[in-house]
């Protein structure tokens, strides 16, 4: 990486780079990765901790949801189709004139 003079002070500063120019926080990274791996159970089990505090939505409103989301995608599918249809009857009757 190159890095002027004022950069590397800058992270030298912020205790990034040591007095070699070497990044420090590479070094401590990787051996802090090994530490802080977890395993599959305790993933597992972290995960559906988390999954527990997800507020779900009730039945009636995942239909609603779903009725929403089909109305609008038929809407739009048949507004594409239209303008599509539009421009090609133009096209075609430009070309034939």
Not at 26 to 34: D, F, M, N, T, Y
Request: glycine share 6%.
């Amino acid at each position: 990486m190159a890095l002027n003079r004022e950069q590397k002070r800058m992270l030298q500063r912020q205790g990034e780079l040591g007095p070699d120019g070497e990044p420090i926080r590479a070094r401590r990274g990787s051996q802090q990765r090994a530490k802080e791996r977890t395993g599959p159970v305790e993933f597992a089990r972290e995960v559906r901790s988390e999954l527990r505090k997800v507020a779900w939505p009730t039945r009636s409103e995942t239909i609603n949801y779903s009725i929403i989301t089909i109305v609008t995608l038929i809407f739009f599918t048949l507004l594409i189709f239209g303008i599509d249809w539009v421009f090609s009857e133009a096209v075609l009757k430009l070309f034939n004139a």
